[in-house]
């Protein structure tokens, strides 16, 4: 039992290293002050747990200094920093919430009060990440009117963007391969593809986000008439949301007499806290998102068909398997910065579900091929 220990010891450990890592990336890419302290206080609270999981090492006679950063942490990190603290929020938040409960039971954990700590930092960071997030006590106070989560979504969806055009492009080049046809008329259908691919998913992209708009922009517009009309049932509404959140009827009263000391601040207060929305991005532009879709599509749709420019016939099957594979592989490498998964495991099963939906569309094309025949 004691190398289980020391195994489990090592896991621990690694993973608050990660913790620590990712909080410090994510302080740094704070512009607001007080959430990037947040994010510092989360951070040595996790250095401090890495210390207590050292100490039960070196209890074992395992003495041993801390590990590195893993790469997936080392990728959130740096994602944080290039693209902000918003993008990968919603990664962070899920692994936190999964990781919640890890402590409880495990009696060296208990005996050190780490579970409380894990689900403190899920909370913190759920409420960072929601679209109309909210912390009870001091917390609130440093994260108020903060609404997160659409820079991680669009990091998922770049991820789900590119595999699809890469499965459906992939499948299709597959099932034409499959027919016999020739390298140039294989070619011809992979591009053809990838352009009808990425004008759908861009087409559907802009109406989704259009509509999602209009519909926040009417719900606004009700709810400016609704000021205008009872203001104050308007701030009773507040004052409940607030103390919903672990605020005192009194605190919760003076945040909402100081958001109604104008009508534009009443407006924005209630947007975000009672719909859930942000009136300064209404959800985005509607053509950004249909470009990004677009792009997304196109980047996964063309390894399949990159490689018939240069090769053909059989060579050029096997080189499309080759380099969508590698695609795969790494789209795949991708999730598993949603998911938590090892990223081997995480590869292999992107990799096994793109082979088979091409090799289920090749036999499709084999069979037609000769039927046509």
Not at 172 to 185: D, K, N, Y
Not at 273 to 301: N, Q, R
Not at 336 to 347: C, M, N, Q
Request: include cysteine; charge should be negative.
């Amino acid at each position: 039992m004691p190398d289980a220990d020391i195994r489990r010891y090592r896991a621990n450990l690694q993973g608050e290293v990660d913790g620590a890592a990712i909080y410090d990336a994510l302080a740094a890419a704070e512009k607001d002050a007080k959430i990037a302290e947040v994010y510092r206080r989360l951070a040595s609270v996790e250095r401090a747990h890495a210390e207590f999981w050292q100490k039960q090492l070196e209890g074992k006679g395992a003495r041993r200094s801390a590990p590195p950063p893993s790469f997936r942490a080392r990728s959130l990190g740096w994602l944080a920093r290039r693209f902000g603290a918003a993008v990968v929020l919603p990664a962070v938040a899920g692994a936190e919430a999964r990781d919640s409960a890890h402590y409880d039971d495990q009696p060296e954990a208990v005996a050190g009060g780490l579970p409380a700590d894990e689900r403190g930092h899920a909370m913190l960071v759920r409420a960072a990440a929601a679209p109309a997030g909210g912390l009870s006590g001091s917390t609130l106070a440093a994260l108020e009117g903060r609404h997160r989560g659409g820079g991680g979504n669009a990091l998922r969806a770049a991820v789900l963007g590119a595999n699809d055009g890469l499965v459906s492009n992939l499948s299709l080049v597959m099932g034409v391969a499959g027919a016999a046809a020739e390298s140039r008329i294989i070619l011809l259908t992979g591009f053809a593809g990838l352009v009808a691919g990425a004008c759908s998913m861009a087409m559907g992209e802009w109406l989704s986000v259009n509509s999602a708009r209009e519909l926040a922009q009417r719900q606004i517009d009700t709810e400016a008439e609704e000021l205008r009309q009872s203001p104050e049932e308007e701030k009773e509404e507040l004052v409940l949301i607030y103390q919903s959140k672990g605020l005192d009827e009194n605190a919760a009263r003076a945040l909402a007499d100081r958001m109604f000391s104008g009508e534009k601040t009443a407006l924005d207060a209630l947007t975000r806290e009672e719909l859930g929305v942000d009136p300064e991005s209404l959800g985005g532009s509607a053509w950004g998102a249909a470009v990004f879709s677009f792009l997304l599509f196109s980047i996964g749709a063309i390894f399949p068909v990159l490689p018939f420019l240069f090769v053909s016939g059989l060579a050029g099957i096997v080189a499309s398997l080759v380099s969508s594979g590698l695609a795969l592989a790494a789209v795949g490498a991708g999730t598993s910065l949603f998911t938590g998964r090892p990223i081997a495991i995480s590869a292999f099963r992107q990799l096994a579900i793109g082979y088979a939906a091409a090799g289920v569309t090749f036999v499709i094309g084999k069979l037609l091929g000769v039927s046509i025949s």
